[in-house]
């Protein structure tokens, strides 16, 4: 079945470094990625959709400039917590989807703990 | 290794009907569930949850039941309604943190 790998799965951060999450489409050419924030035992928010080669499209709400996605091939995208604080601790996960239908493939997720 | 599995990538039923959506896991450490809805084009939504202490928990026409000896947890909808057509996916975590996912099963809602 397709695999959908994130890294880091968990790090530790001092206030005000940058921190970048990677989520790779390991058998499988992402057309779409999507990034998530989850707090503890609630639901997921969609942070930003991430299309191969444009930019992302960002969820009300969501930084633009803190939270910068790069989606530069079909089986990469990166997301940069920049100038991390201790409020942007969370779970982070990502989930892409091969295109031509809804099936998304979830990556196990990184857990950001900012000092 | 898929940790959380759900065997039915699709799945029809007749309007006013029951909906049944499976899922299965095999981390016996695993205490809290979750399941999503997710329409085309949209990011998942929350729909209902169920902690490892109780085999049932309902909310309106969704109910989820959990057999941890089977390491089972099923979604029910009742009476389906069109608008439910969605893709339905399960969710597992051991600590409320790390979650694994299902690869999601289709539901249509055939009015």
């Known amino acids: 079945g397709a695999v959908v790998s994130q890294h880091p799965s968990w790090v530790i951060c001092k206030s005000g470094t940058s921190v970048k999450i990677e989520c790779r489409s390991l058998?499988?050419?992402?057309?779409?990625m999507f990034w998530y924030r989850q707090f503890p035992k609630q639901s997921l928010m969609l942070m930003a959709t991430?299309?191969?080669?444009?930019?992302?499209?960002?969820e009300q709400g969501v930084e633009k400039d803190k939270f910068l996605i790069n989606h530069a091939s079909l089986t990469l995208s990166t997301l940069t917590v920049t100038s991390a604080h201790p409020e942007d601790s969370s779970f982070y996960i990502c989930?892409?989807?091969?295109?031509?239908?809804?099936?998304?493939?979830f990556g196990s997720g990184t857990q950001l703990s900012v000092l | 290794d898929q940790q959380v599995k759900q065997n039915s990538p699709s799945l029809s039923v007749q309007e006013g009907r029951i909906s049944i959506l499976n899922c299965d896991y095999t981390?016996?450490?695993?205490?809290?569930f979750l399941w999503y809805k997710k329409y085309p084009a949209e990011g998942p939504t929350f729909l209902i949850s169920?902690?490892?202490?109780?085999d049932k928990n309902e909310d309106g026409r969704f109910t989820v039941f959990l057999n941890k000896s089977a390491k089972h947890l099923s979604l029910h909808i009742v009476p389906s309604q069109p608008g439910d057509s969605a893709v339905y996916f399960c969710?597992?975590?051991?600590?409320?943190?790390?979650?694994?996912f299902g690869t999601g099963t289709s539901l249509t809602v055939i009015p």
């Open positions: 991430s299309n191969e080669g444009s930019k992302a499209t960002y």
């Open positions: 058998d499988f050419q992402a057309t779409t």
């Open positions: 169920i902690s490892s202490i109780k």
């Open positions: 989930s892409a989807t091969k295109g031509g239908n809804e099936k998304l493939f």
């Open positions: 981390n016996s450490m695993f205490d809290y």
């Open positions: 969710a597992a975590s051991a600590t409320g943190n790390q979650f694994y």
